[in-house]
């Protein structure tokens, strides 16, 4: 088992979901990986484990919000993990560094929320992913910078997000944020 895998896992049981839905999802997580010895690479095209973060200031005011070319929404930052990712903790704070530009950002290494939803990603073929997700704290000095992988990049205030946010998914991640005992 790789140590990607092995985190992933370990990441999925230290999780104390915030909800019976959220355990339910940390469950199915856990006995998808138990099957899937590549479930986290995207070459597992029946699904895969994705990675990514709730990028937030340190007062918890404002958060940063990709404007993603396929789904069309504001979205957090995440992604793929990748062969050369040795922890999911390593592959969420990687694509949020690509993704935002940002130097300095910390990782919260507890898993804020899950969410697995179908998509037709990378592969071209219908698949799932089963994100994790974390909270990344950004410094108050942070100046971004868009990617390629987004149309656009951009600081929202928690209480007024843009009206094409996935506003169930951030409104969640942001009342997961708000009760997520700071380790900064």
């Known amino acids: 088992m790789s140590s990607l895998h092995a985190s992933a896992s370990s990441a999925l049981r230290d999780f104390r979901a915030p909800t019976t839905e959220q355990d339910s999802v940390r469950h199915t997580m856990l006995a998808f990986l138990d099957s899937a010895p590549d479930g986290c690479l995207r070459k597992h095209a029946p699904g895969h484990i994705t990675a990514s973060s709730l990028v937030m200031t340190e007062d918890r005011t404002r958060v940063l919000l990709t404007l993603h070319p396929k789904v069309g929404r504001w979205i957090q930052l995440g992604g793929h993990c990748e062969e050369t990712d040795a922890t999911i903790h390593a592959a969420a704070l990687r694509e949020a560094e690509e993704e935002s530009g ?13 969410h697995t939803h179908p998509i037709t990603c990378s592969l071209g ?16 000095t942070a100046e971004i910078a868009r990617s390629e992988e987004s149309v656009d990049l951009a600081w ?5 997000l843009p009206p094409n946010a996935e506003h169930d998914t951030i409104s969640q991640l942001i009342t997961f944020a708000e009760s997520h005992e700071s380790l900064i």
Do not use: K
């Open 102 to 114: 940002i130097v300095g950002l910390r990782l919260d290494p507890r898993v804020l929320g899950l």
């Open 156 to 160: 929202w205030p928690v209480a007024d």
């Open 125 to 140: 073929v219908p698949t799932r992913h089963l994100d994790v997700r974390f909270l990344v704290w950004a410094p108050a």
